[in-house]
């Protein structure tokens, strides 16, 4: 079963006038993704890329890393449902704040050439769901 996601407002301390919309889900287990709807843009093969804020329950590790939210970069390609992220940075505290202890970053082309698909049960196929039919309403 696909995961449902709802879209609410959410004002955010470090937004920096940017519109955070954060997306709830069962599937993501207390945890939240928000999105920064001014930050959609489209690329000309028709990807759409956007900011993402994910605020994580608990404390993740990855390596040596420890981080409690994490900004990405993303591009979606939504007429095959697909995305890779194109930047991540890993912070120590929620909602972006504290000391950054990981960071990935790769061009536009570097990103593109790892774009893959995600099962529909995956929040991250719901997250593919979401921004596309956002960016469709935004550029009307």
């Known amino acids: 079963m696909a995961a449902i996601c709802c ?3 959410i004002s955010l301390s470090n937004a920096n006038a940017m519109d955070w919309r954060r997306l709830e889900s069962s599937a993501l287990n ?3 993704i928000s999105l920064d709807i001014d930050s959609f843009t489209i ?3 028709a990807y759409v890329i956007a ?7 608990t404390v993740e ?3 040596d890393a420890s981080y409690r939210s994490e900004k990405r970069r993303t591009h979606f390609d939504c007429r095959d449902e697909r995305l890779a992220d194109q930047t991540i940075v890993r912070y120590a505290g929620a909602a972006g704040h504290g000391e950054v ?3 990935m970053s790769r061009t536009s082309a570097q990103a593109e050439a790892e774009i893959g698909a995600m099962d529909p049960g995956n ?3 719901a997250l593919i769901l979401v921004v596309c039919a956002l960016s469709t309403i935004d550029q009307h």
């Open 7 to 9: 879209v609410c407002l």
């Open 30 to 32: 207390g945890s939240t």
């Open 43 to 45: 690329a000309a093969n």
């Open 51 to 57: 900011s993402l804020l994910f605020d994580y329950k």
């Open 61 to 63: 590790t990855s390596g």
């Open 101 to 103: 202890v990981a960071s």
């Open 123 to 125: 929040p991250e196929h």
